[in-house]
RNA sequence: CGGGGAGUAGCGCAGCCCGGUUAGCGCACAGCGUUUGGGACGCUGGGGUCGGAGGUUCAAAUCCUCUCUCCCCGACCA
């Protein structure tokens, strides 16, 4: 390609919206540019990125027996409404209504489709299992897009999903995708983690997230320090150590003036904030079930710990949760900063109590008045409770709930994710299957999903100098950056690197060849900025000896390559740059 | 939805507090000339509903009201 012809317009400095580095040398390199909140365009350099991509995407997916396919955007809501979904998801699906008034949305994630397309199609065991998968774009409207590609609201998915014929079938396929997207950020430069999920709006039985770990992630990742532990903060868990058992002390009242914080409490009795029960009040949506109704929780979770709401909703059920009211909390027989279990109304309230508070003897609690709390609260004795689980988070410093070593939390960037689903969507779009004697079972499901322009963000944070962009062989949008560096009038290296890009393209390179009418500094510039690895400069000094000017974007090495031999000299370079993909992608694939 | 910040030329910004000719600067863009291996220089030029709508005033980019948009933190995140 000729720049001189490309549709590209380098940016000397970032546009002020743009935060992250990657979202700068997006838009500074001229691979996307922003229409509007969330939503983006790729521009013809950003378009080759995702479309090697893309290509890589495809191979690793018919690897692993994947047959492309695509559905539509814009989908009937009669689908969402069998799943439930049209219910259970929020503002984030687009909702719509056709010409004739009838609901329509646009397509967040495809399970419904899918589903129906197996229901309609697939009706024995001899046609299982099938694994189909698309590269296409969704639409979620998402309240908040922020960090340029990080999070938008449309975007370009690849979607896969497996249908089979039992759990046991699926167990046994699930290992290939998962090495599979292993396979597919290796080739991308990407090294990632795999990490236990939470399954969300999505159902099913188990989840992975495939994380890119980094500062500027979304997601916080716990892992221990002496095993290969590691979860979501949203599900992980952690050992605790409840305090040794102690004789319950009869409960007393004590005045605790001003103290409506944990550590004001624990400061004025001189205590410990572990010796001391945190009580919480949300109100909960209930799930379907439940008949959609709103349910006052009351929370009871020790005082050194932090409440997950993730945990709490999974644990009651529930399909949203938002803080009460003082209003609300005041009916229920409660008081705001010195809220206690002791003494609510139960008839009003579900209260859910975390397991350690269970065992930790005579804490301090609220004594739902203001200025005064109770000590040596005891849960049974002094309240009862509706739910005693795990609903706090894991924090630094905790142990490891497999081998009891240390927990430590690092954030990630969540760039796919994999679903065992079971049967909750074969079940409500009626995709069963005859077995060979003729009865029927639900179809077995599982979803597997990436952002493709999310993991070209995180390819461009881990690869990058302040020059600029520092692409991956793999997904650089070429991969031989020729730059020509004579003035006007200099005939003989003009038509040297005239020669040079012929030849190099004639040998299957992909070129991008620097022939505007710019000064040196100007191109030498735009070149880090865009990336490509190999850069080779042809000019009247070099060529005075016979050579050209090859430099290698990621470490800055320069080599000078005979003119006459430019391929030949080039190949081993090339192969290098190959080459640390390769030993990345050699890596064994962690459990 | 809560908190914070910002909208002035394609990009980066000044001007606003304290209202007053044709609204400025750098980069980018066009023409001419000189330059030509790490973001050149000179001259000339084009480009603006000052986010929008109301209002105050003799006069509004500037003051007041409403509103839209974008960014950041939080909530949310299939």
Known sequence: MRMSKLFFHSLREAPAEAELVSHQLMLRAGLIRQVTSGIFEYLPLGMRVKHKIERL????????????????????????????????VGDDLMRMKDRTGRDMCLAMTHEEVMAD???????????????????????????????????????????AYSFHV??????????????????????????????????????????????AMSDIGEDTIVQCRGCTYRAN???????????????????????????????????????????????????????????????????VVRGDMELNETKLTNAINAVHLRPATEAEIRVVGAEPGFGSPVGVDRGQVMVVVDDLVCESPNLVAGANRPDWH???????????????????NADNGHACPVCGGELYLQRGVEVGNTF?????????????YQDEKGDSHPIVMASYGIGVGRLIACIIENFNDEDGIQWPLSV??????????????????????????????????????????????????????????????????????????LKLRRSSERHMLDADNVCGELNPHLQAEQAWLDDLLALPVPD
Not at 234 to 263: C, N, W, Y
Not at 375 to 388: M, P, S, T
């Open 420 to 432: 065992k689903l079971g049967t909750k969507y074969s079940e409500s779009l009626g995709a069963y």
């Open 233 to 299: 903060r949203q599900v992980a868990s952690f050992r605790k150590d409840p305090p040794p058992a102690a004789e319950p002390l009869p409960m007393e009242e004590v005045h605790t003036p001003g103290t409506d914080t944990i550590a004001a409490l624990a400061d004025m009795l001189d205590t410990d904030t572990a010796q001391t029960a945190k009580a919480l009040f949300l109100v909960a949506l209930l799930s379907e079930q439940d008949q959609n109704r709103e349910q006052f929780v009351f929370c």
């Open 57 to 88: 995407l495809r191979e690793e997916m018919d690897r692993v027996d994947g047959q492309e396919m695509v559905m539509p955007v814009a989908l009937p809501a009669e689908l969402w409404r069998k799943s439930g979904r049209w219910y259970a």
């Open 117 to 159: 397309l197996v229901a309609r199609s697939v009706n024995s065991y001899r046609h299982l299992p099938i694994v189909m998968y698309q590269i296409q774009t969704k639409f979620r409207d998402e309240p908040r897009p922020r960090g340029g590609m990080l999070r938008v609201r449309e975007f370009t998915m690849k979607d």
């Open 374 to 392: 109770y000590r040596n609260v005891n849960c049974g004795r002094d309240y009862g409770a509706d739910l005693v689980t795990d609903i706090v």
């Open 476 to 549: 650089a949008p070429y991969q031989v950056h020729l730059v020509c560096l004579a003035p006007a009038g200099q005939t003989e290296v003009w038509d040297k690197a005239e020669a040079l890009y012929g030849e190099l393209s004639e040998a299957g390179l992909e070129v991008l060849y620097d022939d505007r009418q710019e000064r040196a500094g100007v191109k030498f510039n735009d070149a880090d900025l865009v990336g490509i690895p190999l850069q080779i400069a042809v000019g009247r000094r070099g060529l005075a000896q016979g050579k050209v000017e």
């Open 166 to 211: 039992d759990q046991a079938d699926l167990d046994d396929y699930y290992p290939r995708m998962y090495e599979a997207y292993f396979r597919v950020f290796r080739r991308a430069g990407l090294d990632v983690v795999a990490i236990e999920s939470d399954m969300g709006i999505m159902g099913g039985t188990m989840a992975h997230e495939f994380m």
